[in-house]
Structure formats: C-alpha cells, structure tokens
C-alpha cells in the first residue's frame, strides 16, 4: 500500500507557474506508474498527465501539452508536475494517483490510490 500526499497549489495570475508535488510513503514508490488528475468545479475528473515507473515514459493531455511538465525522483518518492503559462481554465484541485503497473493509464478508476488533492487557481 501506498499513500499520497500533493503539495504545491496555491493562487496565481495568467501565465504563472507552479511546481505541484506528490510525496509517496509506504510500499517502494517505484512500482507504481502515476498520473495527475483534476477536477473543476462542476467538471468530471479529467486526467492531465501520466509517467511510467521508470519515468521514462510521459503523456499529456492536449490541453496542458506544451505548457506542464510530469516527472518523478523515485529516490525522493515524489513526482512533480511543473506548470507553466497557467490559465484561468487550469483552476481546478489536482489529484495524484498510483496503480501498481509499469505504466500509467487515463481512467481514474483504475488507479488504486489517491491523494487528497491540492487546490490550484489562476485569475485573469
């Protein structure tokens, strides 16, 4: 088992960035593939981005492509999610989960463990 906890979010302007965190206790956090969910008030939960065990592997959704930056430091037990040019379209909270596979997937159901979400809002 595997516990998440995200860091990071915060109030912004347009066109900021921010670097959110999710810091990983428990089983070796280098089983685990990881993505980055948020969800906007009213919204679904929409996957933002996913890396591999290894971090060798990335995705991201067409919306934040380009601008946010996945990552992970398995010594450190974290991965990042930098983002850049912030939008007031990115406010959302953002969640960090886990699934113990080698590689990330874009439906929430199947991860198996959740963060409990760091708030991030961009004004205009």
């Known amino acids: 088992q595997v516990q998440l906890v995200e860091s990071g979010g915060g109030l912004v302007q347009a066109g900021d960035s921010l670097r959110l965190s999710c810091a990983a206790s428990g089983r070796t956090f280098s089983s685990y593939a990881v993505g980055w969910f948020r969800r906007a008030p009213g919204k679904e939960r929409e996957f933002v981005a996913g890396?591999?065990?290894?971090?060798?592997?990335?995705y991201y959704a067409d919306s934040v492509k380009g601008r946010f930056t996945i990552s992970r430091d398995n010594a450190k037990n974290t991965v990042y999610l930098q983002m850049n040019s912030l939008k007031p379209g990115d406010t959302a909270v953002y969640y960090c989960a886990a699934r113990d596979r080698v590689l990330f997937v874009i439906t929430p159901d199947d991860y198996d463990y959740w963060g409990q979400g760091t708030q991030v809002t961009v004004s205009s």
């Open positions: 890396v591999s065990r290894s971090g060798g592997s990335t």
